[in-house]
């Protein structure tokens, strides 16, 4: 009897080592986490020179980018706020365009290193980020949850340049100029095409994947200058401009100006899958 129960209990004890050696392995072949796939990609694809558009690694890495969602990176869709609470696209103003709700923008540094950037923006009703460029740069942009006004341009080439009052202003055409939604076409912006100067109005609380590439550097040019657009017939009848191609709406005299005032951002932590590097 006692032989037949040692028997038995080994063969217990050896079905429920295999289960859990199959349980092991069955763990350690699961798919890695959205964002480490998106890591290792970016890792493999970037050198620290802007891609090329419309190469099979951009439209890689926008095929993989477009299926993260905040789940993917450790957020939850906010609720949307009351109707009141946003603007509308009407509602916001050329010079002003943060109302008396708006609240900081938090960001979110998921990686950072010499060849690109991964990290969140998240936006309350209203808040802004004000038109700024990316010299140099391209930027992959992944709206996660929410509903974002984008108002885009690119530099007119050659550039065509005019004085007003100790300033200088460089026409620029438009781009873009539409809401955005995670159903969108995910936006590229490249050095030169795609609108690589761009404004964000957040119309509902939203949260945006940025991926950039190269970053940010101002040791080596690559700084975030900011501006204020005004309407093409502002400078253009003045200076002597006759015409453009295509409508005059579709063009803007941009002016340097120094970081506004009305940027609220405060950094926040990642609470997303831990990327191993």
């Not at 986490?33 to 970016?42: F, I, S």
């Not at 990686?111 to 140099?136: A, G, Q, R, Y």
Request: aromatic content about 10%; glycine content about 6%.
């Amino acid at each position: 009897m006692l032989s037949r129960l040692f028997k038995a209990g080994e063969k217990v004890l050896f079905n429920l080592v295999n289960k859990k050696d199959l349980h092991m392995a069955s763990s350690n072949t699961e798919n890695p986490p959205k964002v480490q796939e998106l890591y290792e990609l970016c890792k493999s694809t970037f050198t620290g020179k802007a891609p090329p558009p419309a190469s099979m690694a951009v439209q890689k890495l926008c095929s993989l980018l477009d299926s993260v969602s905040p789940g993917d990176v450790g957020l939850e869709e906010e609720a949307q706020d009351d109707e009141d609470r946003g603007y509308g696209v009407s509602g916001v103003s050329r010079v002003n365009r943060v109302g008396r709700w708006a609240q900081p923008i938090t960001f979110l540094d998921i990686h950072d290193s010499d060849t690109f950037t991964m990290c969140i923006f998240c936006f309350p009703t209203s808040s802004v980020i004000p038109l700024h460029d990316h010299p140099e740069m391209t930027v992959f942009s992944k709206i996660l949850y929410g509903s974002l006004h984008v108002k885009a341009y690119d530099w007119v080439e050659p550039p065509c340049v005019v004085t007003q009052d100790k300033s200088q202003a460089r026409l620029a055409k438009l781009v873009s100029d539409k809401v955005v939604t995670p159903q969108s076409e995910l936006p590229v912006l490249y050095p030169k095409t795609g609108g690589n100067l761009h404004c964000f109005t957040a119309l509902t609380p939203c949260a945006v994947l940025d991926v950039l590439t190269p970053p940010y550097n101002e040791s080596v040019g690559r700084s975030c200058s900011y501006y204020m657009d005004y309407p093409f017939s502002t400078f253009a009848v003045e200076e002597g401009v006759k015409s453009v191609e295509g409508k005059e709406d579709e063009y803007a005299w941009l002016v340097q100006i120094d970081t506004p005032d009305e940027l609220h951002m405060r950094p926040g932590s990642y609470t997303g899958p831990t990327i191993q590097v």
